[in-house]
T-cell receptor
Framework: GAGVSQTPSNKVTEKGKYVELRCDPISGHTALYWYRQSLGQGPEFLIY????????DSGLPNDRFFAVRPEGSVSTLKIQRTERGDSAVYLC????????????FGPGTRLTVL | RKEVEQDPGPFNVPEGATVAFNCTYSNSASQSFFWYRQDCRKEPKLLMS???SGNEDGRFTAQLNRASQYISLLIRDSKLSDSATYLC???????????FGKGTLLTVNP
């Protein structure tokens, strides 16, 4: 079956611009996660959704970052007033339920802020 | 102290070699432990979960020592296709939030 998909695969933007990154989880997966991976580092947790609600957004670095999942499926990560330090690969993952399930990752969106 | 620390690597080994990766974690409340594999410019994929009793999957063996808060991965008879970054991953007691180490790059040479 189809895995987690993310669009765009690459995004180049200028400092100060607004960007939206989209994630389509595996059909039927109720849990959705966003991670950010900088060069040479492991992925870092940003936010977790169970259904439509953000159950834990403690990993969002500041209030320029926001994510939604209005219908409990597709999620959008929104970054306002982008900064060069936001450049990274943004990974989305989903899992069937909350506890103990494997998280399946999408291919990521590579964001470059010039 | 970082939550998850791994051997910095990189590791360069010949085909057929045995290679071991080590990892320590700081949160004693952690419940679940994993090794993920990440190929260059690809997403992380689960290689294996790690259980207290230790577990084996073909050429791969994972061990967990809760008392020492230490996790290991052993790869025997390494193949060219094993070349990747290996990420030590811990579920820090939250049951959903994965904490990743920086990863250790392995290159298996012919």
């Amino acid at each position: 079956g189809a895995g987690v998909s993310q669009t765009p695969s690459n995004k180049v933007t200028e400092k100060g611009k607004y960007v939206e990154l989209r994630c389509d989880p595996i059909s039927g997966h109720t849990a959705l996660y966003w991670y950010r991976q900088s060069l040479g580092q492991g992925p870092e947790f940003l936010i977790y959704f169970q259904g439509t609600g953000a159950a834990d957004d403690s990993g969002l670095p500041n209030d320029r970052f926001f994510a939604v999942r209005p219908e409990g499926s597709v999620s959008t990560l929104k970054i306002q007033r982008t900064e060069r330090g936001d450049s990274a690969v943004y990974l989305c993952a989903s899992s069937p339920t909350l506890v103990g399930n494997e998280q399946f990752f999408g291919p990521g969106t590579r964001l470059t802020v010039l | 102290r970082k939550e998850v620390e791994q051997d910095p690597g990189p590791f360069n080994v010949p085909e057929g070699a045995t290679v071991a990766f080590n990892c320590t974690y700081s949160n004693s409340a952690s419940q679940s432990f994993f090794w993920y594999r990440q190929d260059c410019r690809k997403e992380p994929k689960l290689l294996m979960s790690v259980y207290s009793s230790g577990n084996e999957d073909g050429r791969f063996t994972a061990q967990l020592n809760r008392a020492s808060q230490y996790i290991s991965l052993l790869i025997r008879d390494s193949k060219l296709s094993d070349s990747a970054t290996y990420l030590c991953v811990v579920n820090g007691g939250s049951n959903y939030k994965l904490t990743f180490g920086k990863g250790t790059l392995l290159t298996v040479n012919p």
